[in-house]
T-cell receptor, first 114, second 109 residues
């Protein structure tokens, strides 16, 4: 069965550059969540989308933005990268059926800022 | 490779009954284990971590290295405990977090 796909798997950027991370949810899933996990830290919620609209916002820096497109894939755009942005970014998607739906997680994108 | 298995996709109990959500892992090193909870359409939240040995919302979990398990328990389930529960393992380097497939807990009145 198809899973949540994230690309790229690894990304190396220099300070002040920009990066775009992509998340392709499981087909027919309408909700996407983004998390950031820094070295030695717990995953931190960044932002989520439901039906292409932002549904919840966590500790996402102003330098970051995200959106969900008509095909339900989502992109996390990160500008003016800082060394502290180095982390594992992973997304999860959930399905529209019923109120209590489980989330499926992608493998994550490892961003290294040098 | 590290792997986390939650054998039960759905667990349904009545209010006041004991609950045990199973989690088994495979990892060659010394793991760091977590339980996360996700209420309906909300963000993932950390419930507890094994290193702190704490009880949150009445839930406890003990790491059993011999059985490679980290089961989540609560003696008396409440309706508000109904949610998705994810067990997760972090490697020694701290750069990889692997989630189990999740268990949906339904607590009936």
């Amino acid at each position: 069965a198809a899973g949540v796909i994230q690309s790229p798997r690894h990304l190396i950027k220099e300070k002040r550059e920009t990066a775009t991370l992509k998340c392709y949810p499981i087909p027919r899933h309408d909700t996407v969540y983004w998390y950031q996990q820094g070295p030695g830290q717990d995953p931190q919620f960044l932002i989520s989308f439901y039906e292409k609209m932002q549904s919840d916002k966590g500790s996402i820096p102003d330098r970051f933005s995200a959106q969900q497109f008509s095909d339900y894939h989502s992109e996390l755009n990160m500008s003016s990268l800082e060394l502290g942005d180095s982390a594992l970014y992973f997304c999860a998607s959930s399905s529209p059926t019923g109120m209590n739906t489980e989330a499926f997680f992608g493998q994550g994108t490892r961003l290294t800022v040098v | 490779a590290q792997r986390v298995t939650q054998p039960e996709k759905l667990l349904s109990v009545f209010k006041g009954a004991p609950v045990e959500l199973k989690c088994n892992y495979s990892y060659s090193g010394s793991p760091e284990l977590f339980w996360y909870v996700q209420y309906s359409r909300q963000r993932l939240q950390l419930l507890l971590r094994h290193i702190s040995r704490e009880s949150i919302k009445g839930f406890t979990a003990d790491l059993n290295k011999g059985e490679t398990s980290f089961h989540l328990k609560k003696p008396f389930a409440q309706e508000e405990d109904s949610a998705m529960y994810y067990c997760a393992l972090r490697n020694n380097a701290g750069n990889m977090l692997t989630f189990g497939g999740g268990t949906r807990l339904m607590v009936k009145p």
